[in-house]
């Protein structure tokens, strides 16, 4: 049986030197950045994807003391696997299984400390479990000092706008739509506009509420598929019709 030794060892293996410069520059590693002294071995998303899914019977508290590693692929890939056993969870205990999952996810929010360890996993684990739950714990992460849980607060909220519930998202938006890192404006202006993928009208009604008044960023990646007309009305900051 295939154990975490193993799969640090394959990971070496594909790790690609060339690529590191890149990835600490893409990631922001540098003095003061938010992701400060990361470690990097260059292993594309999706070469990890497919090596992950043959470690997803890893026992889950091997896993999570993977997911302390101090480089960013073997997080990553801890993280993956928590997504595949999520998702494999089919026995008469599925649901304790998940449950068991998703707090392990928000107990260790400290690992998931870069964009795309957030964005890649979140809505997969604590958005799919709180489909049809009470998403409290989603709103104290939006109002919570750290930007990477105010981050897994917004993507997050993926998992039911897929399903053409908004609630969440607006609400949450609101609570953020005056925040000051770029990292969380990016966020919410993306998921506003996913909700406008499913109802234009519903993204249209908020943007008329706050378009003059929240960050450029994030207004950008909300309106992104809109006509060029409508962009520069919104852009221009005008008197809502």
């Excluded at 003061?32 to 890893?58: A, H, N, S, T, W």
Aim: charged residues 30%.
């Amino acid at each position: 049986m295939s154990n975490i030794e193993d799969l640090k060892k394959e990971l070496r293996l594909l790790a690609d030197p060339h690529r590191v410069a890149v990835l600490q520059g893409f990631f922001k590693t540098g003095p003061g950045d938010y992701g400060e002294g990361d470690i990097f071995l260059g292993i594309r998303v999706p070469v990890l994807r497919g090596v992950v899914k043959m470690y997803r019977d890893l026992p889950l508290e091997e896993v999570l003391e993977f997911l302390q590693s101090q480089i960013h692929e073997e997080r990553l890939a801890a993280l993956l696997i928590l997504v595949e056993k999520y998702k494999q969870s089919s026995s008469a205990k599925a649901m304790a299984d998940k449950e068991k999952i998703f707090k392990a996810y928000l107990a260790n929010t400290k690992w998931i400390n870069n964009w795309d360890l957030v964005d890649v996993t979140c809505h997969h684990i604590v958005g799919q479990y709180l489909i049809d739950k009470d998403r409290g714990v989603l709103y104290d992460l939006a109002k919570s000092a750290d930007l990477w849980k105010k981050r897994i607060a917004v993507v997050s909220t993926f998992a039911f706008i897929r399903n053409n519930d908004f609630y969440d998202i607006l609400k949450i938006a609101e609570i953020l739509v005056n925040d000051k890192h770029d990292l969380i404006q990016k966020a919410v202006g993306w998921m506003l506009r996913e909700v406008g993928k499913r109802d234009r009208m519903v993204e249209e009604i908020f943007l008329k509420k706050y378009y003059r008044t929240m960050p450029r960023t994030m207004l950008r990646y909300a309106i992104e598929r809109f006509g060029e007309e409508e962009r520069k009305f919104y852009l221009g900051r005008k008197e809502a019709l």
